[in-house]
């Protein structure tokens, strides 16, 4: 069994979305600043985000055309997005950033996987 996403689109929207996310996050706007520090994240360590989600963003991409990569990008994502869940529920930071930007972008990565990959898994 080959898997490789069908349709291939939620994988590269969920790609360009999470680029946007790091650019973004190289000088932080209010509501991202705001996100990591409700949250106690260390700011030597905010650089660590940028490059996980531009690995992220690569594994989606390549797995657009190797078979595989594509379905452990997308669940990669889908774990880093219910990681930083449990950080603002543990820091009880439940803000607008937490329900729009963490749960949001949870949702959006859970739908790519079941939209590309949900009859072949």
Known sequence: M??????????AVLAGILVVDAAMSIRPPAFIRACLNGVKFPEDWWW???VIK???AAGLITGIYVAGI????????????LAASVAHIRARFLTSEFWINCLGLLVLSTCALVVSYGPGL
Request: net charge negative; charged share 5%; glycine share 8%.
């Open 2 to 11: 080959t898997v490789t996403p069908d349709p291939w689109w939620p994988q």
């Open 48 to 50: 660590t985000l940028i």
């Open 54 to 56: 531009l690995l992220a």
């Open 70 to 81: 594509g379905v452990a990008a997308n669940t990669g994502v889908i774990c880093y997005f």
